[in-house]
């Protein structure tokens, strides 16, 4: 009998900068392959698949567009359509003829066994959800080869693929724990995530805490949910690097010395709680700069106006604003290959956040070889077990002690790391393709 085929959204694997959750989706479809299933993953470009099949393929992957006039009229005919689409969208399959070269792209395109496209198929289905509250159902034209036995939602989608097991990844209940630190719609947010439990074939989280959260907050019955964690599946092309080779990189790109900083990585929000970082770094007198990874999200000046010496309004940062360039180091965005880097090279990672559902940095960097300091909240005490330093996040003054700890202590630094490799073992690939093959075997 031929593999079975597992369907992936690529809502968040096609955003060009990632984010936690197309990370999720990659080692999600990389995991899937390795257990022996097929993938298919589903894309919703800007333009509607056509009859040119090259055309189709080039559209997948093709740099946003300009604004003009035409985009605004486009964009409005976009938000009319939002009232058709639980009438339903189709999905058509794209065929790849190797003319398109991802390898630059990769972590957006990974190996798959067939590509589907719908147009705007993510964001219409936000729009009909919105406006008329009615998940969109999806169907795969001709529904043949190559087509999911088993759809797989890597996030809180308002689409169902019609005729086949659905099941959604919901990682934390975060717009209603900490509402304050998230734009979401609350209303829309929990009236969707009552729908999927509701209605999903099975409701996958990352966590216990996350799962607790579900049944306590939705109501969801705990048999209804599968707990499968997350899993880092690094390239070994970057794992197996000489230290020294490491250590000369980022010497040479970025000026540090190994194990010679501090890093965060992660988007800039309010949940990550890097305003208390950066103050208690800055307190705590450590010279080792403080390397921050991150795209700056909504409500960020409060949380890095303490990188700068002179406190003026951030859009206003110009050559009259100095940043504190010799303790801290601020970058929108690192390719894959530099930030496992920057991970393997650093003297400790920082995230005491205020709310995690899994907290994926943990893991990567006690994989990596980095010790941690991170956060008593959410399920961070549960991934990182005894193999981080663990603080209040909302105490500046805890935070502080354990960067001064980490600064002075190395044999403290060399414990943790040796301890974060042995909890590391407990997330590995192996342990999680069990745990997907678990969660796929009633399905299939």
């Known amino acids: 009998m031929a593999a079975r085929t597992i369907g992936i959204d690529g809502f968040n694997l096609s955003m060009p900068k990632g984010s936690g959750i197309a990370t999720y989706a990659h080692n999600l479809n990389t995991s899937v392959r390795k257990i022996g299933f097929q993938t298919a993953l589903l894309y919703g470009p800007e333009q509607a698949p056509g009859r040119d099949g090259l055309l189709n393929e080039v559209t997948l992957f093709d740099a946003p567009p300009p604004p003009s006039p035409l985009r605004l009229v486009s964009g409005f005919l976009r938000e009319l359509s939002s009232f058709t689409a639980p009438f339903g969208r189709t999905a058509r399959k794209v065929a790849s003829s190797g003319t398109v070269i991802t390898r630059q792209i990769a972590r957006n395109a990974p190996p798959s066994d067939a590509v589907w496209s719908s147009k705007d198929v993510f964001h219409g289905a936000n729009r009909a959800y919105g406006a008329l509250g009615r998940f969109t159902p999806l169907r795969f034209d001709g529904g043949g080869e190559g087509a999911p036995d088993v759809m797989h939602w890597t996030a809180a989608l308002p689409l169902r ?28 947010f929990l009236n969707l995530c009552r729908e999927i439990c509701a209605t999903a074939d099975k409701v996958v989280t990352v966590s216990e805490h996350s799962a607790d959260d579900m049944v306590k907050i939705l109501g969801v019955d705990r048999a209804r949910i599968a707990v499968t964690y997350q899993a880092v599946d690094l390239p070994e092309a970057l794992t197996a690097r000489p230290a020294d080779d490491v250590a000369r990189e980022i010497e040479g790109v970025f000026g540090l010395d190994w194990r010679g900083y501090y890093i965060f990585f992660g988007a800039i929000e309010p949940k990550k709680n890097l305003g208390r970082v950066i103050e208690a770094y800055l307190a705590s007198g450590a010279k080792a700069p403080l390397v921050i990874i991150g ?3 909504w409500l960020d000046d409060d949380q890095i106006e303490l990188m700068y010496e002179d406190i003026v309004e ?7 604003l100095i940043r504190r360039a010799d303790r801290i180091r601020l970058y929108d965005y690192m390719p894959f290959s530099l930030l496992v880097s920057l991970i393997r090279g650093a003297k400790a990672t920082l995230l005491p956040s205020l709310y995690e559902g899994f907290g994926l940095p943990v893991l990567e960097s006690m994989q990596l070889g980095t010790p941690v300091l991170t956060s008593t909240e959410g399920s961070l005490p549960e991934i990182a077990g005894d193999a981080a330093l663990l603080v209040d996040p909302y105490d500046s003054q805890a ?16 414990d943790l790391t040796a301890r974060g490799a042995r909890q590391a073992e407990k997330f590995n690939p192996e342990a999680y393709r069990g745990r997907l093959a678990e969660l796929y075997r009633p399905f299939v």
């Open 295 to 297: 795209g700056k999200a």
């Open 399 to 414: 935070i502080r002690r354990a960067i001064v700890a980490l600064d002075s202590d190395a044999d403290l630094r060399a």
């Open 161 to 188: 693929a019609v005729g086949r097991p659905n099941l959604y990844t919901l990682h934390d209940l975060v717009p209603l724990r900490l509402p304050f630190a998230t734009l979401d719609n609350k209303r829309r």
């Open 314 to 320: 951030l859009s206003a940062l110009q050559d009259g």
